[in-house]
């Protein structure tokens, strides 16, 4: 199985900032990877897919980038919506996988 | 509107059985894999099974494989959870969630239901 690893798991930002996560797989999975951003009580939604192509509806602050084995999502000007958890996930192959959440705090 | 309702949760005893579904509107059910991931308390969130738009594949995680059976029903738009042998660990909420990509999958998951939660406990 492929595993996903995120970092940092809790990243504490100011709104304005820009912020980045890392997520890194244990092998090569191209560009098969996405994004998802989970709200306490609320189902995740998806932010960015195949590494970098962003979601219909999904504002442009958010951007992904990377292939292979590492991967980062930023977030530009960071609002006060965006403070939530989130997820990177592989589909290189099964069992699909997700990493194990960043959660993004008001600082 | 693309929806999607999770239904059928509850406590259950270890060793028990119980059979979720998800009823999905606003788009053409039978074009479109649905995937089940589930989250337990305060954790992440894990990849459960997968179904084919046409219910021929079948893809499951290690940790449920041989307990929890996948299936839909594309006349009813529904899809099926089948879960026995449940354990203390299945305790989670269950979500189905619908890929991005129609006819052929691209196996990232665009719409979410609200989740049900699945409590094993005795």
């Known amino acids: 199985d492929i595993q996903m690893t995120q970092s940092p798991s809790t990243l504490s930002a100011f709104v304005g900032d820009r912020v980045t996560i890392t997520c890194r797989a244990s092998?090569?999975?191209?560009?098969?990877l996405a994004w998802y951003q989970q709200k306490p009580g609320k189902a995740p939604k998806l932010l960015i897919y195949k590494a970098s192509s962003l979601q219909s509806g999904v504002p442009s602050r958010f951007s992904g980038s990377g292939s292979g084995t590492e991967f980062t999502l930023t977030i530009n000007s960071l609002q006060p919506d965006d403070f939530a958890t989130f997820y990177c996930?592989?589909?290189?192959?099964?069992?699909?996988?997700f990493g194990g959440g960043t959660k993004v705090e008001i600082k | 509107e693309v929806q999607l309702v999770e239904s059928g949760g509850g406590l259950v005893l270890p060793g028990g059985s119980l059979r979720l579904s998800c009823a999905a509107s606003?788009?053409?059910?039978?074009?479109?894999?649905i995937n089940w991931v589930r989250q337990a308390p305060g954790k992440g969130l894990e990849w459960v099974a997968y179904?084919?738009?046409?219910?021929?594949?079948?893809y499951y995680a290690d940790s449920v494989k041989g307990r929890f059976t996948i299936s839909r029903d594309n006349a009813k738009n529904s899809l099926f959870l089948e879960m026995n042998s449940l354990r203390v660990e299945d305790t989670a909420v269950y979500y189905c969630?619908?890929?991005?990509?129609?006819?052929?999958?691209?196996?990232?998951?665009?719409?979410w239901g609200q989740g049900t939660l699945i409590t094993v406990s005795s």
């Open positions: 996930q592989q589909y290189q192959s099964f069992p699909l996988t």
């Open positions: 606003g788009f053409t059910f039978s074009d479109y894999a």
């Open positions: 179904i084919s738009s046409d219910g021929y594949r079948k």
């Open positions: 969630a619908r890929d991005r990509c129609s006819r052929a999958a691209c196996y990232n998951l665009a719409y």
């Open positions: 092998e090569s999975i191209d560009t098969w």
